[in-house]
């Protein structure tokens, strides 16, 4: 049951719902839900992947059905360049003969969306990308990537669990890689720098709220010359990983501990384990802090993260740049290491004057009655005794017990 303390959360992204390109032609970003799920493709002179390909026409014909076929009403068609025409259109055949036809096998890019405007951002959008595979023959696998939209209205009105079981449906088919849902900025196809500046200063704003580019980080969680599999993207309210990733984290059981059961789903299938980070996205406003699932859930997977995350090319200040903000966004669940012990407060080193030295250092004199100074005394030495001027004038010296306050050696 929803909260009215959630709700309340939840409430402020109302104001960030739909922004508009500046001369209002379309709409480049939209609050709503999304999920990505990247998986296996396989260049086709090694393998057809048509075990893919039909599984990718069932998440088609499963998506629509569940956000509705009327909200195809715009698409993409990528030969050639880059053209928006209204859907159904003559120039892209539907996705099932799209997906058979073996022109396709190696590269494949299907987008439907649900825009009133040409490039609008839309919360209907079925995004679905492979591309080419490069180092052939001896590296003929990479990752393709299928990203879903919903309304922002399915967290309140009842449908939330209806999305997050037809994601379950696709990532089984799939044999996901990895994948990752919940809150998100729906971006235009058509991003410009206006899109990446807002998509910046949103992401100072809302930590729960995702930028999501999939087609740019494929690179940064697989590359086919670089050892293949690099790392997982960083947590998210819907999580899934293939067993893979699972065994580098210990297991099942392992990751279970980690994750208490009254705030997390953990939840394997075949061949993989789905994580929920709590019963509802969280926004994560800045006024709230970071959500505490979140955080949590980063720990128990940070051991898998990828070095890297890109949200844009190129180095423009102001964006999510790989040089400028990208690495403070991607590790925005990252907390402080606690300050390490020190073994030399939880195991003190002494010794009285005249003894030799145990370790070179600098060495505190323990005098009740009198304030003496540090003191550097090398390994070997003897210990010093302590001297100082009394009040008259007159060296003193004294036998003192030394503790070793900084090792040297």
């Known amino acids: ?77 990528f030969s050639r360049g880059v053209h928006a025409d209204k859907y159904p259109s003559a120039k892209v055949p539907p996705i099932d003969v799209f997906l058979r036809d073996p022109e396709n096998f190696d590269v494949y890019q299907y987008y439907v969306y649900g825009g009133v405007n040409e490039d609008d951002a839309s919360e209907y959008c079925f995004n679905l990308g492979a591309f080419p595979i490069y180092g052939l023959p001896e590296h003929p696998e990479a990752l393709g990537y299928l990203k879903l939209h919903a309304p922002l209205s399915f967290v309140t009105n009842g449908r939330l ?32 720098s206006t899109t990446r500046a807002a998509e910046y200063q949103l992401s100072t704003v809302f930590s729960g709220v995702d930028i999501d580019v999939p087609a740019l980080q494929l690179g940064d969680i697989f590359w086919s010359t670089k050892g293949g ?66 955080v949590l859930l980063n720990q128990v997977l940070k051991p898998i993260r990828a070095p890297e995350m890109g949200y844009c090319y190129g180095d423009t200040p102001g964006e999510l740049a790989r040089y400028q903000g990208a690495y403070e966004y991607f590790t925005r669940f990252d907390q402080p290491e606690p300050p390490k012990p020190d073994p030399l407060e939880e195991n003190p080193v002494y010794a009285m004057s005249g003894e030799p030295c145990p370790r070179s250092g600098l060495w505190s004199p323990r005098s009740g009655d009198v304030p003496l100074p540090d003191g550097y005394v090398k390994k070997g030495n003897r210990m010093p005794m302590a001297e100082w001027h009394d009040s008259g004038g007159q060296l003193q010296r004294k036998v003192v017990k030394w503790r070793l306050v900084k090792a040297m050696d």
């Open 161 to 192: 669990a209806e999305f997050v079981a037809l994601i379950k449906r696709c990532a089984a088919r799939l044999q996901v890689d990895q994948g990752h849902g919940g809150l998100g900025f729906l971006r235009t196809y058509n991003a410009e």
């Open 1 to 77: 049951m929803i909260t009215y303390d959630y709700m309340q959360r939840l409430k402020r992204l109302e104001g960030y719902a739909e922004l508009w390109r500046d001369d209002k032609k379309y709409i480049e970003l939209k609050a709503g839900l999304y999920a990505t799920l990247f998986f296996k493709h396989v260049d086709p002179s090694i393998h057809s992947n048509e075990a893919i390909r039909e599984a990718l026409i069932a998440c088609w014909q499963d998506y629509w059905q569940l956000v509705g076929p009327e909200h195809q009403k715009r698409c993409y068609r």
């Open 229 to 294: 599999h690099i790392g997982i993207n960083s947590p998210h309210w819907l999580n899934f990983l293939h067993d893979r990733w699972v065994q580098k984290l210990g297991g099942v059981e392992a990751i279970r501990a980690q994750l208490p059961a009254d705030h997390f789903v953990v939840e394997p299938y075949e061949g993989g384990l789905f994580i929920q980070a709590g019963a509802y996205p969280e926004p994560g406003h800045r006024d709230d802090g970071l959500p505490p699932n979140y």
